[in-house]
Structures are given as C-alpha cells and as structure tokens.
C-alpha cells in the first residue's frame, strides 16, 4: 500500500541552525501538507501546497519556514534559523485532490529537537 | 475566539460502545474530521462530516449538527486495538484546527 514516507525519523540541531524536513508524498497525490505537534499538545497546521505555490497557511507558518518541491518526489520543509521552542514531531501528508473532504495521508513523522 | 473541545481522556471496555464528543467554535466552517492516533505515531483518518447527520462506516460513525457546533464519533464493539487517541479537527479557510484530542483506554 503506498504511504508517505519522510526522513530523518529525529534530528537533532542546535539553536539558530537552518534544518530541512524531507517527505516523499504518494505518488499519484498533487496536495502536500505539513503540520507539527509539539510533545502532549494539539496537532497544527502550518501549510498547505500545490502545484509549486502555497495555498493556504497559518499564523504559525512565518517567515522562518518555508516549503519547496524541488524535485518530482520530495517535498521540504525548512526552518531558517531554528528556536528552542521549534522542538516538536512535524507530520507531512498528502491528498489526491484538493476537496475539501479529500483524506489526508499522513508520514510517519520527524522529531525535531532543537538545543 | 476558536475553540475545539472534547474530553481528555474516557475508559470503556472491549465489546462496548463509546461515544466520543467534540464542540468546535472556529471562524468558517468548510467540514469536520476525526482522526485515530496511537501514542508515537501519525494520525490516520476516520471519517468526515460537511453537512448534518450521522455518517456510518463499519464500527465507526459520526455525527455532525453545525447550527449547534456539535459532533461524536462512536465506537462500536470495542477492541483493545482502539486504545488511541482520538481527534476532533475542523477544516476552515486557511486553516485545519485540532482538538487536543480524547485519549481512549479499552480495558478488558
């Protein structure tokens, strides 16, 4: 069954670094996502992509963020210049169509631990 | 301002029936999904409700009323394998806003 793949499972930086998440959407799905759960909290919602542009985002998702598909494959996530309070699991998905019912396809995740 | 409200955590036991509710204040309104999520991995779809009524799939329905900013998801014939966390989490423009989810212990 295809799945949403996303490496690395935990990365680890220091304060102020620059850090790329990377997702491997299902092949046949044009929507991307990312989120965030920070440990013991609400899942978020950062932003929403397609084809090449963002479509929606929240006040979470500000300048340091920032969202690419570089390639037919990957979709990243980085994060200019890391804080302390950057540290939770960021989830990518992805949907086939952009209905608002459409089901979204979650990655496994990545811990993100910033020190 | 937006609130998603739904209970900490609930206990019910295998082979029963449990309801899970959710009451959801957001700015725009464009349907409402649950989410299973066990602890450590990723949410996993459940099912999603835009218009009034009850939406039934296997042991999992929900029900969704927007003039009351309500909806449940119920769980029938329990399993010890539905022990997750379940989440509330409204589509609106701009945004998709989750509930802190309902962590659900099925004992034996």
């Known amino acids: 069954e295809p799945e949403v793949t996303q490496t690395p499972s935990h990365q680890v930086t220091q304060m102020g670094q620059e850090v790329i998440l990377r997702c491997v959407p299902i092949?046949?799905?044009?929507?991307f996502y990312w989120y965030r759960q920070i440990l013991g909290q609400k899942v978020e919602f950062l932003v929403s992509?397609?084809?090449?542009?963002?479509?929606?985002k929240s006040e979470i998702f500000d300048d340091q963020f920032s969202v690419e598909r570089p390639d037919g494959s990957n979709f990243t996530l980085k994060i200019r210049s890391t804080k302390l309070e950057d540290s939770a699991m960021y989830f990518c998905?992805?949907?086939?169509?952009?209905?608002?019912?459409?089901?979204?396809?979650f990655g496994p995740g990545t811990r993100l631990t910033v020190l | 301002g937006q609130n998603i409200d739904q209970p900490t955590e609930m206990t019910a036991t295998e082979g029963a029936i449990v309801q899970i509710n959710c009451t959801y204040q957001?700015?725009?309104?464009?349907?409402l999904f649950w989410y299973q999520q066990h602890a450590g991995e990723a949410p996993t779809f459940l099912s999603y409700n835009v218009l009034d009524g009850l939406e039934e799939k296997g042991r999992f329905s929900s029900f969704l009323s927007r003039s009351k900013g309500y909806s449940y998801l119920l769980l029938k014939e329990l399993q010890m394998k539905d022990s997750a966390s379940y989440l509330c989490?409204?589509?609106?423009?701009?945004?998709?806003?989750f509930g802190a989810g309902t962590r659900l212990t099925v004992k034996p």
């Open positions: 957001t700015s725009g309104f464009n349907g």
């Open positions: 998905a992805s949907s086939e169509d952009s209905q608002q019912s459409a089901e979204q396809f």
């Open positions: 992509f397609y084809n090449n542009e963002i479509s929606e």
């Open positions: 092949s046949n799905h044009l929507y």
């Open positions: 989490a409204v589509r609106a423009p701009n945004d998709m806003r």
